[in-house]
């Protein structure tokens, strides 16, 4: 019986050991990346364009919004959001390795903006939906491949304020039908969203969402 031919390691690239915050009051502030967990912060130039994306929106005023980072990681987009001037920053992870080094970050900035929340993603998002919270900003930098957007943007319809905007980082454009072949539908979890702006930068699709003022 002919012998199957050995696998082959498949490696992933190490995260880089620093992201840097683009502006606000920390800006060009170092954050350390653990190399551990997946853990594969959103790029500088990313962040930039996103950031822009956002102030664009708001006229450049970040002043009284609150935000929730719901895959926090390196605290990379939490952290610039509080930078830039946000009320209130809620950073979710569900890692103790993680929170331990957002904790210290944060007390390193005086942060006292940011509130650091161990926990489960979809299990914060749905505990917050039941209690009334609502943001101006919901970040969602899941991990890639496990279908975490399918189950968690559903969930931000109800943690949302009017006019409230969902930054979606992902490793394959959203299905917007639009997007997509002719005759194919926007699948239903992503029914109830308009994009506002999209882009690529390498492997990384990112995407700047309101709700649809047309939905049933």
Same mark, same amino acid.
């Given at each position: 019986?002919?012998?199957?031919?050995?696998?082959?390691?498949?490696?992933?690239?190490?995260?880089?050991?620093?992201? &840097?915050?683009?502006?606000?009051?920390?800006? &060009?502030?170092?954050?350390?990346?653990?190399?551990?967990?997946?853990?594969?912060?959103?790029?500088?130039?990313?962040? =930039?364009?996103?950031?822009?994306?956002?102030?664009?929106?708001?006229?450049?005023?970040?002043?009284?919004?609150?935000?929730?980072?719901?895959?926090?990681?390196?605290?990379?987009? #939490?952290? =610039?959001?509080?930078?830039? #001037? @946000?009320?209130?920053?809620?950073?979710?992870?569900?890692?103790?390795?993680?929170?331990?080094?957002? =904790?210290?970050?944060?007390?390193?900035?005086?942060?006292?903006?940011?509130?650091?929340?161990?926990?489960?993603?979809?299990? @914060?998002?749905?505990?917050?939906?039941?209690?009334?919270?609502?943001?101006?900003?919901?970040?969602?930098?899941?991990?890639?491949?496990?279908?975490?957007?399918?189950?968690?943007?559903?969930?931000?319809?109800?943690?949302?304020?009017?006019?409230?905007?969902?930054?979606?980082?992902?490793?394959?454009?959203?299905?917007?039908?639009?997007?997509?072949? @002719? #005759? @194919?539908?926007?699948?239903?979890?992503?029914?109830?969203?308009?994009?506002?702006?999209?882009?690529?930068? #390498?492997?990384?699709?990112?995407?700047?969402? &309101?709700?649809?003022?047309? &939905?049933?």
């Amino acid at each position: 019986m002919p012998k199957k031919p050995a696998k082959i390691p498949v490696h992933r690239p190490p995260p880089p050991q620093h992201v &840097r915050i683009i502006g606000g009051a920390w800006k &060009r502030t170092q954050l350390p990346v653990l190399d551990a967990l997946g853990l594969r912060p959103t790029p500088d130039r990313v962040r =930039e364009t996103v950031f822009n994306w956002i102030s664009h929106q708001w006229g450049n005023d970040w002043s009284g919004t609150n935000v929730l980072d719901l895959f926090a990681g390196s605290g990379a987009l #939490g952290f =610039e959001a509080a930078s830039r #001037g @946000a009320e209130a920053v809620v950073m979710v992870d569900s890692h103790s390795p993680v929170i331990r080094q957002l =904790e210290a970050v944060k007390d390193k900035l005086h942060a006292d903006a940011v509130t650091l929340l161990r926990a489960d993603a979809l299990a @914060a998002a749905q505990s917050m939906a039941l209690r009334g919270q609502r943001y101006d900003l919901v970040f969602l930098d899941p991990p890639y491949q496990l279908d975490f957007l399918e189950r968690v943007l559903p969930l931000c319809v109800a943690l949302l304020k009017e006019d409230g905007l969902v930054y979606v980082e992902s490793g394959a454009p959203l299905p917007f039908a639009a997007d997509v072949d @002719a #005759g @194919a539908q926007t699948p239903d979890w992503l029914a109830p969203w308009q994009a506002l702006r999209a882009d690529k930068a #390498g492997i990384v699709y990112f995407h700047l969402l &309101r709700l649809r003022t047309d &939905r049933a």
